[in-house]
Structures are given as C-alpha cells and as structure tokens.
C-alpha cells in the first residue's frame, strides 16, 4: 500500500492530462475541524481592519504581509464612514500568507504526511510552502469567484509546472492540485 498521500498511478494520468486533480476526503474530519476552529479564533482576535482599509495603506499592508499572518477585508464590507458595515466575521476575504509558518495548527497541516507525499509522487524533489491562505466566500459583499490566474515565468520539467497549488475546500475537504496550465487555467 502506497504511503497516505501519494498518488496513484491513474491520478498522476489524470493530472498530467488535465493540469488539476480533485481528492476526496483528503482530509479527515479532526483536521478540517482544527482548521476551521483555529481561523474563528485569529479571526476572532483579529482587529477591524479599519487602519489597513485606507487606501494609501492597503499596498504597503499587502506588501508586507508576505511573512506574516494578516487579514484581507472585502472591498464592499466598509462604509463611506471607513468602518465596517457588518460584523469582521463576515467581512473578510482572506487570512495570509503565512499561516503555515507562524501558527501551529496550520503548520502542522501544512507539513503532514498526507502533503508531504503529494508531492515525490508529482516528482518535486524540495518542495516548498511559498503562501499559505485561508480564504471566505461570504454572501452579500463576497467577491466574484473568478478562474485561477497564475503568472508563470518557470520552465517545465517533464510537462509539469515547476510550481504547483493545493487548494482545500473546508467544507468538503476535498483538496484540488493545480499543476499544468489548461485552458481553464488562464496564464497570463
């Protein structure tokens, strides 16, 4: 039996013909629910987001939260005021980009054994966590879902994307791996 993980010989042709690979309950029910638990927290402690909404600091904020955990408002969820319309709760769009190296629920997600064999399955040999989001779809002010905009400079390595993506649906639990770029995947 294969190691928790890696994948199969029929998934790796599925990835390779497709670009993207859907896995079912790829998590367990304990790790979605430590997950989810822990965002309600950071969330919770969070602040309101009013002194990163003004305009001539939102670039700088995004900018430097590239090594930290920081929250990321919808632009609907503010008043002409500069204050939140509605609770932060339902207000957020993201909490980034480095939840896998500073907070112990996520890192110890991040660096699971079910990950980590995705990967020598795939055939990258060091592979690193470059960012790490948890991102909301909220109602009422939730952005649009728009298709996956990648810009890619890398070369391939045996029709694969040196860079590859995991995207966990925490509801579901499933995880999809974004590797080649199909035509559902825009490439800019």
Not at 148 to 160: D, E, F, G, K, Q
Request: aromatic share 12%.
């Amino acid at each position: 039996m294969p190691p928790a993980g890696s994948l199969s010989s029929e998934q790796l042709s599925f990835f390779d013909a497709n670009g993207y690979l859907v896995l079912e309950s790829f998590s367990g029910e304990q790790d979605v629910r430590a997950l989810r638990d822990r965002i309600a927290e950071l969330v919770a402690g969070s602040d309101d987001g009013t002194q990163h909404h003004r305009v001539e600091v939102v670039d700088d904020y995004f900018s430097n939260s590239a090594e930290n955990i920081s929250f990321f408002y919808e632009d609907k969820a503010f008043g002409v005021d500069g204050c939140l319309k509605q609770p932060k709760e339902l207000s957020i769009r993201f909490v980034g980009n480095a939840l896998h190296e500073h907070d112990p629920v996520f890192k110890r997600f991040s660096f699971s054994e079910n990950i980590s064999n995705i990967f020598p399955s795939l055939g990258y040999k060091r592979p690193a966590i470059v960012q790490s989001r948890y991102i909301f779809k909220l109602p009422v002010i939730g952005s649009e879902a728009i298709p996956i905009r990648i810009i890619h400079s890398y070369t391939r390595n045996l029709n694969r994307a040196r860079d590859c993506g995991l995207h966990f649906k925490m509801q579901l639990s499933a995880m999809v791996a974004y590797g080649q770029f199909q035509d559902h995947i825009k490439m800019v």
